[in-house]
């Protein structure tokens, strides 16, 4: 084709059914509902999403008005010991990209007053952001050092159980929704959003007006690896919120920062360097849903940070900003189809739970019910049950695990409830102290089981169990006689199914005592009942519960075989 017909060919329009048509033709039979995504906020995700899919027009609008100005603060939180090396750290890191002051009270520091004087010099040149304190941290004293006349240039948000701030800092907002907590515990953003909403609904009602509360209130989400989802969670709270203030009178209702951090349910201990990659793709989804506020956790928070691993954090972020330069636009993903649905859609459910919220009474009389915690109980069970039967992947946790030694210590690092990896942990802590001696047991020819065994080995390799492989063998009494010499604990038969049912009787039957002995794959109740009645410990198969198969492997090794317990 010449450049001349290349740049006057044209193609006909096709709508959404066409497409339909032809990708029902190349899934050769298969339903065309294979091709739809359930989540746990019981959206469908579809295959393609194109214009006439969307109606609801107004919402970039709302959105766009919402965010009020395109870019967000890069808020890195120092990990020190006491006041002076929170100064240090602090000065440091702004030098270096950072753009606020970040302190998390869960962790109280001893602060001396020279510390405090410096840090009253810089709350009224950079944000500051206070979360998880009370009335007695030590660090609130620093607000009365700064001089009347200075505290309107203090900005920021803080929250102090119990507690309020010294007169004159108007521009520090006090009043929060803090969704964090939930989120660990099991929350979708459906759960998130309409908690969000009814818990400022709740607070709301103690102000004259929506104005005077609104210009108090700010909210905190975490941001999960579920990426578009979590873009189009933040891009809801500003629509739910705009609804929120109308409902209470308002014609044009202000802005509100929306603050957000990296999840840690998603973080684990095992193979930490993924975290990096999650909070890269945690911290990317805030800033394309239009975050106002954003800390980075270090891959290794939870075992204890590093100077390199708190630069690794900051600079995910600085990335972001200066080489992307989306901090010069406004609502990024606005325009997608796919990402206005899944917003529309997360508004209309969340609105819902809202209502329902209300309807018991408001936020605290449903919390105080039970409902919450039976909601997000069951979210927390659903998200476990997918990361161990795999349908959840947490790399180089459940799958894709590196064998390498761990740090599973917590003593430098911080505890996080939720954490999806825990059960992993604990099971690799137990291998980590003492082995089985295991061995991939193949039988037949290379290209029919080095699937399969290498499925065998990538799925005992997340409970901290190495294996080796065996002799390839062509009958059962070849591979009795190599394992009566090699003082073996634990092995798996690995073959096709076809050789598995020829050799297994035999094996079972001349082993030595006290090896336990796995098969790969699944197999009929009859076959798999009379191998488990002459001695098989059992199976390993794709799907399967991979937390409940090593605990047995653990128990039926050296602890009690009827433990059901990690």
Known sequence: ??????????????????????????????????????????????????????????????????????????AQQPYATDGQSFITELTR???????????????????????????????????????????????????????????????????????????????????????????????????????????GAEKAVHYQTFREFNDQFFVRFAVDTHFFMEIAKIRAFRVLWNA??????????????????????????????????????????????????????????????????????????LVIKNETLVDKVLDPSGGSYFIDTLTDELVEKAWDLFVEIDATGGYQAY??????????????????????NGEKSLIGTNIYADLATSNLNVDDGIEAEGRLAEPFELIRSYFQEEQPKTVIVPFGELKDIKPRADFVSGFLATGGIHSAWSPRFKNAQEAIEWIKNEKLDYIVVCAKPELTKEVMTDLLQGLPDGILIDVAGKYEAEVSGKWLVNGLTGFIFSGQDKIAKLTEIKNSWKGDPNDEKA
């Open 244 to 317: 929120l203030g109308k409902s209470f009178g308002e014609t044009k209702v202000a802005h509100i920062p929306i603050l957000t951090e990296t999840s840690l349910r998603t973080y684990s201990k095992l193979d930490p360097y993924v975290n990096l990659l999650r909070a890269g793709n945690e911290a990317f989804s805030a800033v394309l849903g239009g975050a106002d506020v954003i800390t980075v956790h270090p891959h290794d928070v939870l075992t204890g940070v590093t100077p390199a691993s708190v630069r690794y954090a900051r600079n995910v972020q």
């Open 367 to 388: 919390v105080n019910s039970g409902e919450l915690d039976q909601r997000l109980k069951a979210g927390r069970i659903a998200r476990a049950e997918e990361v161990a």
């Open 93 to 199: 890191s702004i030098e270096r990209g950072n753009e606020a002051i970040v302190y998390d009270g869960a962790h109280q520091l001893e602060w001396d007053e020279k510390s405090l004087e410096n840090l009253a010099k810089l709350i009224t040149s950079y944000p500051i952001f206070i979360t998880n304190t009370n009335q007695n941290d030590q660090l609130l004293k620093v607000f009365d050092l700064v001089a009347m006349e200075d505290r309107s240039k203090a900005r920021g948000a803080v929250e102090i159980s119990g507690g309020i701030l010294p007169e004159g800092y108007s521009n520090v907002r006090t009043i929060s929704a803090d969704i964090r907590i939930a989120h660990l515990n099991g929350a979708d953003a459906v759960t998130e959003l309409a908690l969000a909403i009814a818990e």
């Open 1 to 74: 084709m010449t450049i001349h017909k290349m740049k006057s060919t044209s193609f006909e329009d096709v709508d959404y059914l066409e497409w339909k048509e032809v990708a029902v033709k190349s899934l050769r039979g298969k339903p065309f509902e294979e091709l739809i995504t359930k989540t746990p906020e019981g959206i469908d995700l579809q295959p393609i999403y194109v214009e006439e899919q969307f109606h609801n027009t107004n919402t970039i609008a709302t959105i766009r008005e919402a965010k009020h100005q395109p870019g967000w603060i890069v």
